[in-house]
């Protein structure tokens, strides 16, 4: 009973260090060009490291082309453990992008899958 009582303990703080290993990036390590892709269209895009408000920098781009992909144009962006979020001009989100390797995908309500990667 002591070894099970051991091994569920252990179980549950390895759980809860795991979940908590995810390391938020800074803004620098985010920042430059990027490429946000859909199907048939594909936007570029510039992450700022000016500040739009305390946790959310700006992002520049073209807006026409953004509404193309998106449900609405971004004007931000931060970064989070596992990911990263576009958001509008009062940090509300527009669109979450989860890391995929290399990239990060978020997809939208009608399944379609939009793909944003870093600029070499």
Not at 3 to 31: D, K, V
Request: aromatic share 4%.
């Amino acid at each position: 009973m002591k070894q099970l009582i051991i091994a569920t303990l252990l179980s549950a703080l390895s759980g809860g260090c795991m979940a908590s290993s995810l390391r938020l990036p800074s803004a620098a390590e985010m920042s430059g060009q990027w490429v946000l892709s859909g199907a048939e269209q594909h936007c570029d895009i510039r992450l700022n490291t000016d500040v739009l408000d305390g946790t959310t920098w700006r992002l520049a781009g073209d807006s026409a082309c953004l509404q193309k992909l998106l449900p609405e144009a971004p004007v931000g962006w931060r970064p989070t453990p596992d990911g990263l979020t576009l958001t509008q001009q009062d940090g509300s989100a527009v669109a979450f992008f989860s890391r995929n390797r290399d990239h990060y995908e978020h997809k939208l309500a009608d399944g379609s899958v939009r793909t944003l990667k870093k600029k070499a």
